[in-house]
């Protein structure tokens, strides 16, 4: 008889981590995997998984001569994007979970789930991913380890992860890591064949932000399955960042260097599928400017020595919307993906085994599009899914800035907040002060994306684009901004400068009133201007607006007119968006703090002022 598979898996485990020894013995036991396998990140390892998944037909292997290395997916059609109704924040207490989350009580969620959990690797191999975020020689490195049933899950976390062996020696015997366990829940009966993309119609993305643990049922989506991604880096992280006084974001960050070879850094937070990872590439189209990129997702920020706010990308890839990326848009993202060793997920593969999608540039004459169906460009569909996605190796960028690799991370000069609004929103607003940049951030709105299951364009507010990835009360995560606003030693002077941007604004005939992708490198210099305290501006009830001639618009092709409403504070859709954000900030009760609602007042009186 051969042994159990728990036992066989324990046997072979390559470490002496006896709480991971000990959690990963407890999950198979629970699970019932055939077998168990430590990854470890090599090569070779690649190579088996790949094979395998394209013998499942989970992958298609794209032809070398487009995209080395490179495999198309295609997931179950229900399976397509983050669940946020599916959710939950468990922690001990609901009021810490707040009014923006969904909450069980974590001994009932985990009641729950460990009835689904129960046998639901019967038929597959469970891997055991050790991972850490960010890079393995920061001073305290945060490890996770996800425990999955999904070799895609695997691949991707290789992409985007610093994951495998090296980890695991890192973690030594006794290393603090997040347990993130992942399960497709789609058990197999002996004998029974299995699908290309295997997954539950019952799903639950849970976290226990007082354990820093996660647990994930029913799906194989990036979000919700790539567990060091929004789980750890921002669920969870931002709670360890509220304790210890740092804070997790879903930012892009960049470095901008001017012709005299002034360099700054810049983080924007933009919700899911609003051109992160584009502005984050940006080529810039004045001359003499140079972008690099440091991260287009997530930064984790963090007094240094110095006062100043440094800025980390803790991911090892690029998860990025494929739709819209195209040669025009973004050049240094086609040339990264170029380079192959990606998983493109939900895109078109065309006949001559390459990828396409809507917006890259001339459509095939066919391609089998995101569902397996022949498509034409007649097809009155589109190829790809709305939410589809590569995932790519950032070192790949041709502009990463060698700075990217520094475990101390990069000194924010100026932070974006920014959404997608038709209306009302100017191209860009210099915040005030830090608690007004705050009050930005805090009633940002933006209208939804494909990113996320549910209705497209429907306005919601998304405070620092972070709606869905707040572990704890927002009332309190926006106090916990206004405490990093005393920075270490008081000086504001130190802090970044905050501006809230818009590319998204249309005319009165639906028309975008601003070119956007390396044109936005115009607002960039601006603000960067500002930071030098030269750059002209006025001041308005919202904030600190350009003058129609304090922008570079040399060579854009825009009128004087249409750059003064791409600018225009109108007063009254300002005033229309008073009640919206009372009623917003009303969720928080008490939990609100008291100089948000000062500036909303403050706004409100400036208004009446006009
Ligand atoms: O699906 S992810 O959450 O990884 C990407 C996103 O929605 O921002
Ligand atoms: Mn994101």
Redesign the pocket.
């Known amino acids: 008889m051969t042994a159990p598979a728990t036992s066989r898996g324990l046997a072979q485990a390559p470490t002496s981590h006896s709480k991971l020894l000990a959690w990963v013995h407890e999950v198979a036991e629970l699970t019932t995997p055939d077998q168990v396998v430590w990854v470890d990140g090599s090569d070779e390892e690649w190579q088996r998984l790949t094979d395998e998944l394209v013998a499942a037909g989970t992958l298609v292997r794209l032809d070398p001569e487009h995209k080395p290395n490179s495999f198309w997916a295609r997931t179950d059609p229900t399976d397509v994007?983050?669940v946020e109704e599916r959710t939950f924040i468990c922690s001990v207490d609901e009021a810490d979970a707040g009014p923006t989350n969904n909450w069980m009580a974590p001994d009932e969620m985990k009641r729950t789930m460990t009835a689904l959990y129960r046998g639901c690797m019967r038929g597959r191999t469970m891997y055991v991913i050790p991972f850490v975020m960010g890079p393995l020689e920061a001073e305290s490195p945060m490890f996770g380890v996800e425990i999955t049933d999904s070799a895609y899950v695997v691949a991707s976390m290789r992409i985007m992860t610093r994951m495998g062996a090296k980890v695991l020696e890192g973690m030594g015997d006794d290393a603090d890591f997040v347990h993130a366990l992942h399960s497709i829940g789609a058990p197999l009966a002996p004998g029974e064949a299995d699908v290309p993309w295997p997954c539950s119609q019952t799903k639950y993305i849970s976290h226990f932000p007082e354990t820093r643990e996660i647990w994930s049922y029913g799906s194989g989506?990036?979000?919700?399955s790539?567990l060091g991604?929004?789980c750890y880096s921002l669920r969870i992280a931002s709670v360890m960042a509220r304790d210890e006084g740092w804070l997790a974001e879903?930012m892009l960050i960049l470095k901008m260097t001017s012709p005299e070879g002034k360099v700054h850094y810049i983080a924007g937070a933009f919700p899911?599928?609003c051109g992160k990872t584009n502005l984050a590439m940006l080529e810039p189209t004045i001359a003499g400017w140079k972008v690099e990129t440091v991260g287009d997702?997530i930064a984790w920020m963090r007094f240094g020595d110095d006062g100043r706010l440094y800025a980390l990308n803790p991911e090892f890839g690029l998860?990025g919307v494929a739709p819209g990326t195209g040669w025009t848009t973004n050049a240094n993202a086609m040339r990264t993906l170029d380079r192959g060793n990606s998983v493109f997920t939900n895109v078109a593969l065309t006949d001559d085994g390459d990828v396409w999608w809507e917006g890259m540039g001339e459509p095939p004459a066919h391609a089998t599009d995101w569902k397996g169906a022949d498509w034409t460009p007649d097809s009155g569909e589109l190829s790809s899914h709305g939410?589809s996605?590569f995932c790519t190796p950032i070192n790949q960028c041709p502009i990463l800035a060698d700075e990217y690799h520094d475990p101390k991370g990069v000194p924010i000069d100026a932070i974006l907040f920014g959404g997608r609004r038709k209306t009302t929103v100017p191209l860009v607003t210099e915040a005030r002060d830090w608690v007004h940049g705050v009050y930005m951030g805090a009633t940002l709105s933006s209208e939804t994306t494909a990113?996320?299951a549910g209705q497209v364009g429907v306005v919601r507010r998304d405070p620092m684009a972070m709606l869905p990835f707040i572990g704890y009360n927002a009332g309190d995560y926006f106090q916990h901004w206004i405490e990093m606003g005393k920075g270490v030693d008081g000086d504001a002077a130190k802090l970044p400068k905050i501006f809230y941007v818009n590319w998204f604004r249309r005319d009165d005939d639906g028309k975008f009133l601003w070119p956007g992708f390396g044109e936005n490198s115009r607002v960039l210099k601006w603000i960067v201007e500002r930071l030098e305290g030269r750059g002209a501006a006025v001041e308005t009830p919202i904030g600190y607006v350009p003058t129609a001639d304090a922008l570079d618009v040399e060579g854009l092709g825009l009128t004087r007119a249409e750059i003064e409403t791409a600018l225009k504070v109108d007063i009254d859709e300002w005033r229309a968006e008073l009640p919206q954000i009372t009623e917003w900030f009303e969720k928080f009760g008490d939990k609100l703090p008291a100089v948000l609602w000062a500036e909303l007042d403050a706004l409100r009186a400036r208004l009446d002022g006009q």
């Open positions: 994007a983050r989506y990036g979000g919700n790539l991604k929004k879903h899911s599928a997702d998860f939410n996605r990113a996320a």
